[in-house]
Nanobody, 117 residues
Framework: QVQLVESGGGLVQPGGSLTLSCAAS????????MGWYRQVPGRQRELVAR???????NYADSVKGRFTISRDNAKNTVYLQMHSLKPEDTAVYYC???????????WGQGTQVTVSS
């Protein structure tokens, strides 16, 4: 089992920045791809950014150039740095750990990001 705990959400004005954190309960990055997703009411959860061990990160077109996914192996933590935030970035953001090799995936509880003036 892996527990994921997100933090860092909140209210920010358009054009502002936030950094989300996702802390894993144990060292998993060598076996799991880590992703950030977001969801608004009435819509499907969508991929924002994903990081595979040994690979390059990939991003949704809507956030390219504004968001950056990174990780700190020593802290078992994945980050999502968000800049130039727009109202349409408002959503609940979820962290996922996924392993095709193990056939497992885990989700955090989500953190709300609201971009509004």
């Amino acid at each position: 089992q892996v527990q994921l705990v997100e933090s860092g959400g909140g209210l920010v004005q358009p054009g502002g920045s936030l950094t989300l954190s996702c802390a894993a309960s144990r060292s998993i990055f060598s076996l799991y791809a880590m992703g950030w997703y977001r969801q608004v009411p009435g819509r499907q959860r969508e991929l924002v950014a994903r990081l595979v061990s040994g690979g390059s990160p990939n991003y949704a077109d809507s956030v390219k150039g504004r968001f950056t996914i990174s990780r700190d192996n020593a802290k078992n933590t994945v980050y999502l740095q968000m800049h130039s935030l727009k109202p349409e970035d408002t959503a609940v953001y979820y962290c996922e750990a996924q392993s095709s090799f193990l056939g497992e995936n885990y989700w955090g509880q989500g953190t709300q990001v609201t971009v509004s003036s």
